[in-house]
């Protein structure tokens, strides 16, 4: 599903040049569900940013489902963040002006589907991640927990490759965190391809497998055995 | 790019974002608003100065007389001109290629009555030609013609509001009337451009004046028509010519200023005419100013719209948004609150200027009017500079990449 080759980025700091990633190779097969540990600075949010086509690499390949992504035009790249990906972001980033169900059908706009396809399929989204007598109201209505489940309907509404989600709980708290992990093991389950980028051991302890960022090096890859979520969701 | 479905999400968008869309909108109403209005008030204000000159011929001279203020050819300055009833004779005599009519004039005020009714109007004694000088419109009889002129016939034309106060609702025509002490009969009722004072005043035969007067010749002042054809330069000629004429005829010093005078309705025209041009030049640069400044206006808010929907245009772009997607979503949304805000105000500026009509006749502007062509052209004009001033900052959106927006707060 995505394979990275000695990917390098820096960024420019006025005259001082600021090397983020050095080098990252790994693969991630059909189905997994990894978590990008590490601490704040290590390069790991740099890292999902490119895998999402939200920033470019300097040097190194990405190829995503067979398809390599290189010198990506702007156009380019919004057609391949929409028909292979998903994003789901720590502050949600939904459109307050637009109600739940405008929100999750919104990618499908991007694609050309029909307003009334794209309402019935966002409202079963909606409906899957429990949220469909919720489709009318604005996300300034909506608790935290609902408003990360609403975007996580909308990057599932395009039905991507692969779903990246950048510190999907960091603005939740553990309870609610532990709900939208259960969402995303339940998408996995589903056979979904998905990143989280985390900081939280707990939450990382919930994916298959652990990446481990050290100053822009991996410094440990391992497969770990998969806590349930839904074992600390309180049931009714 | 222009689906139904693009459309929907443009008013959608604009009905969730009312501020936003007041902000643009009312600014653009504004600015066509007030290029309508300053641009009608304009062609109001030319309106009255045409105005002015439409009451009476344009085609005429005015001949008063003055008293000299050199001595020549032995008269002592300080000598009164007076004209009579030859000189009239002499100019229709000497000058039958530009002359198109000479009529004299008598002014005096009398005290008027019919019946119970009396009041004081100015009476005018003239020639049958006068009607065409002064484009007396007859309502109900006849003019004055040569022969009560010849015959010195005590007949009346009065104006219709003379009519109006005397007569009530009375016929006045074949009714005598008593002109300060004398019976006349008026034959005709006119009604005039030139305003309620016009409209009251009553014309006698001239002949008919000087018999009442010791059977005098005297004249007041005469106007001369000339014939149209000959011109602008013609008319100037012309008028030199007359000037010379009269001067030789009454000894007065060629360089006198003051032995007679006359007023020239073409070149007071053509003045007009120039100053209202500058007028027209002057409303225009203003008018053009408004719609500039309209144009900035629109500009500045693209800019802060485009600031504010930074996060939103990313976020966009991260569920697959193309940088034509963003510009078209921007500029879309701009052209339509334009189009509609523009052409709205634009019909309220001539409303306001079609309500409008004489109420500002006091300030000099008379039925204030906007070429329906140039009030659309501006209206337009400001909606695509305003998209393109629009495309400047959605072009910088469209292209800020889409993690950059996303971190915008």
Known sequence: MIEIKDLHKSYKMGSNSLHVLKGINFKAEDGELVAIMGSSGSGKSTLLNILGMLDEADSGEYVLDGIPIKNLNETKAAKYRNKFLGFVFQSFNLINYKNAMENVSLPLYYQGMGRKERNEKAMKYLEQVGLKQWATHLPNELSGGQKQRVAIARAMAAEPKLLLADEPTGALDSTTSYEVMDLIQKINDAGNTILVVTHEEDIAHMCKRIIHLKDGVIVEDKKVKQVRAADYVQQG | ?409
Request: proline fraction near 3%; avoid cysteine.
């Open chain 2, 1 to 409: 790019m222009f689906s139904r479905d693009n459309w929907k999400e443009i008013f959608e968008t604009i009905r969730k974002n009312k501020l936003r869309t007041f902000l643009s909108g009312f600014t653009v109403a504004l600015g066509i608003f007030i290029f309508v209005s300053l641009f009608g008030f304009g062609n109001g204000l030319i309106n009255t100065f045409d105005e002015f000159f439409q009451d009476d011929a344009t085609n005429v001279f005015f001949f008063f007389p003055g008293r000299t203020s050199k001595p020549y050819k032995g008269f002592k300055s300080e000598r009164q001109i007076e004209f009579d009833n030859s000189d009239i004779e002499d100019i229709k005599k000497n000058f039958p290629m530009a002359l198109e009519y000479i009529t004299p004039r008598i002014t005096r005020g009398a005290m008027v009555r019919y019946k119970s009714e009396s009041n004081n109007y100015t009476t005018r004694a003239v020639g049958e030609s006068h009607q065409f000088a002064e484009k007396t419109i007859m309502m109900k009889g006849r003019y004055l013609n040569t022969l009560d002129i010849k015959d010195k016939n005590k007949y009346a034309v009065i104006g219709r509001l003379v009519e109006q106060d005397l007569f009530d609702d009375e016929e006045a025509l074949g009714k005598f009337i008593d002109i300060g002490g004398s019976m006349f009969k008026v034959i005709g009722v006119f009604q005039d451009d030139g305003g309620d004072n016009e409209e009251r005043m009553i014309y006698l035969p001239y002949t008919t004046r000087q018999l009442l007067e010791k059977n005098n010749d005297k004249i007041d002042q005469f106007i001369v028509g000339f014939k149209p054809e000959i011109g602008y330069t013609g008319a100037m000629a012309f008028e030199r010519s007359l000037e010379r004429y009269i001067k030789e005829k009454k000894v007065i010093a060629p360089d006198d200023e003051n032995g007679i005078f006359i007023r020239n309705m073409a070149d007071a025209l053509q003045q007009n005419q120039q100053f209202a041009g500058v007028l027209q030049l002057i409303v225009a640069f203003v008018a053009f100013g408004t719609i500039i400044a309209g144009i900035i206006g629109i500009s500045n808010i693209m800019v802060f719209v485009v600031k504010e929907r930074t996060k939103e245009l990313g976020i966009r772009k991260a569920l697959g948004a193309t940088p034509a997607n963003v510009i078209s979503t921007i500029l879309l949304e701009s052209v339509f609150i334009t189009t509609i805000s523009g052409f709205s105000g634009m019909l309220f500026g001539i409303a306001l200027l079609s309500s409008l009509g004489d109420t500002l006749e006091d300030y000099f502007i008379t039925d204030p009017y906007i070429n329906t062509g140039t009030a659309i052209f501006a209206t337009i004009a400001l909606i695509i500079f305003g998209a393109i001033a629009g495309y400047v900052p959605a072009n910088r959106a469209a292209k800020i990449k889409p993690i950059v927006a996303l971190r915008d707060e």
